[in-house]
């Protein structure tokens, strides 16, 4: 059998070993984490010592599944050329960091135009990540792009956005995605039943392909459908409601697909507890 793929974006507070102490401690198979700070552009070079404690850790192997996801400065349609410019080398250095951890896709919020446009933002995270990709040939972690609310000027809120990425670049190989279903909601989606939200998938498969689909980040909303601001919450507890996690939770095309989540929580992780029972209840 299977397991099932649940956890939680996890603190590395203390160093990147102790992200795995705390996600086994409440019994996650999955785990999404920061390579460093995520609100400081750069950071010092991981050493071996710290590679080493984080691939050895003897908790290692109870999670299934591992990935990143990039700090939120990074912009890469930024219309400022220092802020672009900072974007492309934090981005390229998270890359290097993850791959050094054997993490296999580092999730990216695509970018926000900030005015110039939809098309001309569109294009420049193309040309951006191909520029990424050019210095680091050999970096094995690909890049998730995440599926956003499109809240102020941000890209990514609808599947066309993404497939518009995807198809562009130089190494669509290298690129897959990580659907939020707190952003697809707020960005108008119909999640609020078991048929729309069959629907909402059935639409991503024709215009991106669930082949690309990567990782699935489970957040209720605190904002109604389609208001396109973003902000989580518990499972069961927002505006989503549960028919969108019960078809998520059962659908055998989602087993393999590490499920997240990245609701409000407390140092005592109590929260993270109480929202993987309720989505584990909903597989019975």
């Known amino acids: 059998m299977t397991r099932l793929l649940l956890g939680a974006h996890t603190s590395i507070g203390g160093g990147l070993h102790r992200a795995i102490e705390r996600s086994c401690s409440i019994s996650c198979t999955a785990m999404q984490i920061f390579v460093k700070n995520n609100m400081q552009w750069f950071a010092r070079p991981l050493d071996r010592a710290e590679i080493t404690a984080f691939l050895r850790h003897a908790q290692r192997c109870q999670l299934d599944s591992v990935f990143a996801h990039s700090n939120y400065l990074i912009n890469l349609a930024a219309t400022n050329p220092q802020f672009h410019a900072n974007s492309l080398r934090a981005l390229s250095e998270e890359l290097i960091r993850a791959d050094q951890l054997e993490l296999p896709f580092l999730v990216l919020h ?23 990709h050019t210095v680091l040939p050999k970096t094995k972690t690909r890049i998730a792009l995440e599926t956003t609310a499109g809240q102020g000027s941000c890209l990514g809120c609808t599947f066309q956005q993404l497939a518009y990425i995807i198809e562009n670049v130089q190494e669509p190989e290298r690129l897959c995605v ?40 489970l957040n209720d909303s605190k904002t109604a459908r389609g208001s396109r601001v973003d902000r989580h919450e518990h499972i069961g507890q927002g505006k989503v409601g549960l028919h969108a996690f019960r078809v998520i939770m059962r659908d055998r095309r989602f087993r393999k697909i590490p499920k997240v989540l990245e609701t409000p929580k407390g140092k005592e992780l109590l929260e993270d507890v109480e929202n993987m029972k309720t989505l584990r209840e909903l597989v019975a």
């Open 178 to 217: 990580c659907l939020d279903t707190a952003h697809v909601f707020e960005a108008g989606y119909d999640l609020s039943s078991e048929a729309g939200t069959r629907k909402m998938f059935a639409e991503f498969d024709r215009i991106i392909g669930l082949e690309h689909l990567a990782a699935l980040h």
């Open 110 to 132: 695509p970018g926000a135009h900030l005015g110039a446009g939809e098309e001309a933002g569109l294009e420049k995270i193309v040309v951006s990540i191909d520029a990424v």
